[in-house]
């Protein structure tokens, strides 16, 4: 039951996370780009680059998330009918 719900809970902390690097990455993408006059440019370009960067470090863990989810897809409709 426990490593149920820490399995759910991780697939939370880890979109969660994701959100809050790409914005403080616009952030950050725009902070630089206003010191040359681009802050609007600095944030689209700080946030793709966060969005790419936790797209290679944290992608793994979300493909591995959506086949539990399959998995337990599959078994749900392998299981036989309770009577």
């Keep these: 039951m426990l490593s149920q719900w820490i399995v759910a809970t991780y697939k939370t902390l880890v979109e969660i996370a994701l ?3 790409l914005v ?3 952030l950050m993408g725009a902070g630089i780009g206003s010191m040359m006059n681009h ?3 600095g944030f689209i370009v700080g946030a793709a680059a966060a969005f790419f ?6 992608g793994a863990a979300l493909v591995l998330g959506e086949i539990l ?6 078994q749900s409709k392998l ?3 309770k009577v």
């Design 39 to 41: 802050g609007f440019l």
């Design 53 to 58: 960067g936790m797209a290679v470090f944290l």
């Design 24 to 26: 403080t990455g616009g």
């Design 19 to 21: 959100w809050v690097f």
């Design 69 to 74: 989810k399959t998995v337990q897809d599959i």
């Design 79 to 81: 299981e036989p009918p």
